[in-house]
């Protein structure tokens, strides 16, 4: 059964960083993406990295403050987040799949990011 399961969201105040997890099992993934959706927006677009770590792309509003990697071994992709805003505060789904930039073939259930202003 394939399986993604996120970690890592909470509460912390503008200029704080968190770092979300996203555990895959099941099998692996050629790439893997984080999106997010604030209450009352549609679901966007955050960082997609691709099998080997090496390509990777972001939304501008995220671009010189989230990092995306992964962890073959483990399985494992994390978004590294820095100098958090309020904009920010949202559900944050990892995805994973064979598209690319947009990889969504199997989706999380999602961790709550709120950043205090």
């Known amino acids: 059964q394939v399986q993604l399961v996120e970690s890592g969201g909470g509460l912390v105040q503008a200029g704080g960083s968190l770092r979300l997890s996203c555990a895959a099992s099941?099998?692996?993934?050629?790439?893997y993406a984080w999106f997010c959706q604030a209450p009352g927006k549609e679901r966007e677009f955050v960082a997609v990295?691709?099998?080997?770590?090496?390509?990777?792309y972001y939304a501008d509003s995220v671009k010189g403050r989230f990092t995306i990697s992964r962890d073959n071994v483990k399985n494992t992709v994390y978004l590294q987040m820095n100098r958090l805003k309020s904009e920010d505060t949202a559900v944050y789904y990892c995805?994973?799949?064979?598209?690319?930039?947009?990889?969504?073939?199997?989706w999380g259930q999602g961790t709550q990011v709120t950043v205090s202003s």
């Open positions: 995805a994973a799949g064979s598209s690319w930039p947009r990889p969504g073939d199997y």
């Open positions: 990295i691709d099998w080997n770590g090496i390509n990777t």
């Open positions: 099941g099998r692996t993934f050629s790439n």
